[in-house]
Each structure stands twice: as structure tokens, then as C-alpha cells.
């Protein structure tokens, strides 16, 4: 419960905030108008690459305090993505067909099909998923490899959070502000416990990049949740929705476009779901062609369709067999 109002009683239980009325916490004040107008929260910093130094994250000890309280609270909502293993994509976290799993290499692999593992040898060689190899195809590039805070699935808490901290025009997922705070604690959280690990598997990197809805005007409230999380890393709006066509399983080379001109960059390119990747590869082909380089690409949530194949149940059931661990549980890789 709030303890200024009594308000807040939600599936996470007691949060110590109250997002009715006057009370809100600073950073929230700057989302709620922001969002009114249309406007991101925070103008454009000046580059610094993020490289040696650790990772800041927060205003101030209370707001990083308040980050872990909620972000602990949401621990029960939480699936722990999958490491690489045979029937698991090494790109993106999700299954493999069975058929398509192989431990001895006695069969030749399909000319559209690649392999990822160490030094390629038969006992680390992996297939991708369906999706990457599509994304691969359409893109002329190799699929970005993922790295994942949590796997979710629909319907789920999770799921809502993700939607509702955004907002639609209907009755069924309308914008709560109360999941703004829960999304802000998943990204805050995971910067707080592994944004030294990001920049070192990166290999450092210049500024953040959020990929825009497909069909949402911008900004992206995505934007807001990482300017208000006050990271000495700039975040550059240097993508738009371009003329290609792109949505579900349909990644397009001409899927967005650069409207922001810099020299070549490394950038930690962002997005709060992943369902197949058509979005997130094709804004990084976008960038490519501008010569920037997507040394990583993080996503609050993965989501696994448990109800397509036997293998997407057993990749959840496995998922979820143990507590979710926020020093442990998140997946953080190069792209």
C-alpha cells in the first residue's frame, strides 16, 4: 500500500509508491509529461563511449534502492532465458525443432541454415531457429544475437506490464502507471547488476538506440524509461519507421531508416519485446547501412509461444523449473 494514500494494491504487492493525484517520484513527473507531450524526457548529451568506468545507473542511492525493491518483487513473474545448448537458438533464446537438433554432425546441414559455437565443432554446433533463419535471409546479414532479461509468455503479469506501461487504444490494455515503474525496474536492475558485463562483452559502446514502434507515433515510451534511469550513455533518436513493409515474421532491409547523421558508432541497440526479431534485426540492418555497428542488442522480454510446439512448453517448463536470479538469470551477450 501507498503510505501516503492507501492506493497500490496489485499482484506485486506492496510498492511504497502512489502514481494518482499529485504524488509521483521525479523521474516519473518528467515520463507522465513527456508522454503528454509528445516529447522525449531528456535532451541529446554530448558522445562519451562507455568503456572503462562502471555503469551508473539512477539519480541518486534512493532511487537506486527503490529500482531493487521493485524489481525484487517482480521476481515471481520472471523466466530464466536458456543458455546455448542443442535445441536452442544461439542467437535468440528460443527453441529448435527437435528434427533439426544434431550432436555428430552425420548429416550435411541445409545451404540456408548456419551454425554458431566454438570454433564450429561438432559437439557446439547449433542450429538457429526458424525466425533467425528468415531474418537472415531477408536482411543478408547474420541474425543479432540477444541479449534477454526474461522470457514471458501470453497471457501473463509480465506481459501486461510490458503493454500496459505503454498503453493502447482499447479497454483491454490501457496505460497504467503503475507498470511504468515495474518496466523501469527490469531495465534499471539489470544495468545495475550486469552493465559492467554488457560493456566488456561489447567492447564498448557510444550510445543507446531504442527501435521505434511500427505503428506507434514517436517517441517510443521506451525513451522515457532510459532517460529516466539518468546513464551517463547517450541515447540517440537516429531511427524512423521506413517505407518497407514490416511486422510479424516480415523483416525488411527498408523496414526503418537513419535520420540522425554522425560518424560510425557503436551502439546497444533496445527494444522491450522480442517475438521473432523482424523489428529489431531490421533496425539494425537500418543502421549498418549507415555504418554503425550493433555491438549488442538487449530486450527487457523474450516471448515464448508455448502452445505452438512441444518444444516451446519444454523450453518454458525448463525455464521456470528454478527461482529466476537477478545476479544469475539474465542473458548478456555480444550481437
Request: net charge neutral; aromatic share 6%.
Amino acid at each position: 500500500m501507498c503510505t501516503t494514500c492507501g492506493t497500490w494494491s496489485d499482484i506485486w504487492g506492496e510498492a511504497g509508491l502512489c502514481f494518482g493525484g499529485e504524488v509521483y517520484r521525479p523521474w516519473m513527473q518528467e515520463l507522465v509529461t513527456a508522454r503528454a507531450c509528445g516529447r522525449s524526457s531528456r535532451s541529446q548529451r554530448s558522445t562519451s563511449i562507455w568503456h572503462a568506468r562502471p555503469v551508473k545507473v539512477g539519480r541518486d542511492d534512493e532511487d537506486r534502492t527503490e529500482i531493487r525493491d521493485v524489481s525484487e518483487r517482480l521476481i515471481p513473474e520472471l523466466a530464466t532465458p536458456p543458455v546455448s545448448a542443442p535445441g536452442i537458438c544461439p542467437r535468440c533464446s528460443t527453441w529448435t525443432p527437435a528434427s533439426d537438433t544434431f550432436g555428430a554432425m552425420d548429416e550435411p546441414l541445409a545451404d540456408d541454415r548456419r551454425l554458431a559455437g566454438d570454433s564450429g565443432s561438432a559437439l557446439t554446433a547449433l542450429l538457429l531457429c526458424e525466425n533467425c533463419v528468415e531474418a537472415q535471409a531477408a536482411l543478408d546479414r547474420e541474425p543479432l544475437a540477444l541479449s534477454v532479461i526474461s522470457l514471458y509468455r501470453k497471457p501473463s503479469p509480465l506481459r501486461d506490464v510490458l503493454t500496459r506501461y505503454k498503453g493502447r487504444d482499447d479497454e483491454d490494455d490501457p496505460f497504467d502507471p503503475r507498470c511504468v515503474a515495474i518496466a523501469r525496474s527490469m531495465l534499471g536492475r539489470y544495468l545495475l547488476e550486469h552493465g559492467d558485463r554488457l560493456l566488456e562483452v561489447a567492447g564498448g559502446i557510444d550510445g543507446i538506440v531504442v527501435v521505434p514502434s511500427t505503428q506507434r507515433p514517436p517517441p517510443h515510451p521506451l525513451e522515457g524509461l532510459v532517460d529516466s534511469l539518468k546513464l551517463e550513455l547517450p541515447r540517440w533518436p537516429m531511427l524512423e519507421r521506413g517505407a518497407g513493409t514490416l511486422g510479424f515474421r516480415r523483416p525488411n532491409q527498408e523496414g526503418y531508416r537513419v535520420i540522425m547523421r554522425r560518424k560510425p558508432s557503436r551502439v546497444l541497440l533496445l527494444d522491450d519485446v522480442y517475438t521473432t526479431g523482424s523489428r529489431l534485426n531490421s533496425a539494425a540492418a537500418a543502421l549498418s547501412q549507415d555504418n554503425h555497428t550493433t555491438v549488442t542488442a538487449l530486450v527487457l522480454a523474450r516471448r515464448i509461444n508455448t502452445g505452438y510446439a512441444p518444444e516451446a512448453s519444454k523450453l518454458w517448463s525448463d525455464a521456470t523449473a528454478k527461482p529466476y536470479n537477478w545476479q544469475a538469470s539474465p542473458r548478456t551477450v555480444a550481437s
